[in-house]
């Protein structure tokens, strides 16, 4: 994966919308949406990814969003899971942690989601043309 981010003429991304991706949905996913607009700010190329089996081994790194709970994520995920693959994806969305019974652990887990944006050191790595308190990353 590093050799792939060097340099943003090697960078490809995938944006996956796992709730589309498992039979549909009707809802435009925000943070998929912002994303999309921040990579074309950067001038950096992008792809929604329209195939819960595709060959995602040409992007440097996939952002999935899940919302809801009943959703599964994409089996190109899933096979990557536990493999140094699993590196390139960043999952996040409600539909990850919103089942969880302990009031501590979905506590904790909202924050690590809400907060994942201004963590991404890929993100932080390139301007933010739309304004807002920060000069470089995504402000969400």
């Given at each position: 994966?590093?050799?792939?981010?060097?340099?943003?003429?090697?960078?490809l991304v995938?944006?996956a919308?796992?709730?589309?991706?498992?039979?549909?949905?009707?809802?435009?996913?925000?943070?998929?949406?912002?994303?999309?607009?921040?990579?074309?700010?950067n001038?950096?190329?992008?792809?929604?990814?329209?195939?819960?089996n595709?060959d995602?081994e040409?992007?440097s790194?996939?952002?999935?969003?899940?919302?809801?709970?009943?959703?599964?994520?994409?089996?190109f995920?899933l096979?990557?899971?536990?493999?140094?693959?699993?590196?390139k994806?960043?999952i996040?969305?409600?539909?990850t942690?919103?089942?969880?019974k302990s009031?501590?652990?979905?506590?904790?887990?909202r924050?690590?989601?809400m907060?994942?944006?201004n963590?991404?050191g890929?993100?932080n790595s390139?301007k933010?043309?739309?304004g807002g308190?920060k000069?470089?990353?995504i402000d969400?």
């Amino acid at each position: 994966m590093q050799n792939k981010m060097n340099s943003k003429n090697n960078i490809l991304v995938g944006l996956a919308d796992a709730d589309l991706l498992d039979g549909g949905t009707r809802h435009p996913n925000l943070a998929l949406l912002k994303l999309a607009g921040f990579f074309h700010d950067n001038s950096i190329p992008f792809e929604l990814i329209a195939d819960g089996n595709a060959d995602v081994e040409k992007y440097s790194i996939v952002y999935i969003s899940k919302v809801f709970t009943f959703t599964k994520e994409p089996s190109f995920y899933l096979k990557a899971k536990g493999t140094p693959e699993e590196a390139k994806f960043r999952i996040g969305g409600t539909g990850t942690y919103m089942e969880k019974k302990s009031v501590k652990e979905y506590r904790q887990m909202r924050y690590n989601d809400m907060v994942a944006f201004n963590k991404d050191g890929f993100l932080n790595s390139l301007k933010n043309y739309r304004g807002g308190r920060k000069k470089k990353g995504i402000d969400m």
